[in-house]
């Protein structure tokens, strides 16, 4: 799996986030993957991101988040292959940190987030990679155009929330495309055409 080289604590700043630690208390979650029950999950909004980053002009690599995504993961975990996942991506939702950007990118230029308010990713097939990831094939589509998207997704861990006494689990996948091919192409070459991805996702049941 490509290590992402996002810093976490830009992360969190971008996102807004912010850390709050029990003193004392165990993380609920474990890197057991025998926690993990199959069944139709729920895509848990607050901690679930899709981050992105470009290169700006040869200078900098700049990033954004899209925060409270919506969709389901079916898990199959007799035959892991048979597992589908859905989800739909508000494309208002994007911070970067930076308003006038933020309202720059909802333009017709870039997403057209009046006449194209969400993206989509339905995937057509889950291929096993080892005891933990997986490589995710599917559709992706963003302002009203499709196209076929490869994520490398690796699980990141399971188990009952104490807050709601929800099972969870969750997974970080990364990947890449191109946003010229979604109608996005303004400022290329000047401004990176590849979109790296990171998508940090938390079901639920």
Known sequence: MRKYLIP???LIAVAGGTVVIAQGAAAPGTKDVAKVTGGTYQVEPTHTQIVFAYDHMGFTNNMGVIAQPTGTLTLDKANPAASKVSI???????????????EHLMKPEFFDSAKFA?????????????????????????KGITKPVTLDAEFYGAGANP?????????????????????????????????ELKIIVAFQK
Do not use: H, Q, W
């Open 88 to 102: 739909d991506v508000p494309v208002a939702n994007l911070k970067t940190g930076i308003p006038a950007l933020d």
């Open 118 to 142: 969400t993206a989509k990713f339905v995937s057509t097939s889950v291929k096993p990679d080892g005891a933990t990831g997986a490589d995710i094939s599917g559709n992706l589509t963003i």
């Open 163 to 195: 807050m709601n006494k929800k099972e969870n689990v969750g997974f970080v996948a990364t990947g890449k495309i191109k946003r010229s091919d979604f109608g996005m192409g303004y400022g290329v070459p000047m401004v990176g055409d590849d979109i």
């Open 8 to 10: 976490a604590a830009a």
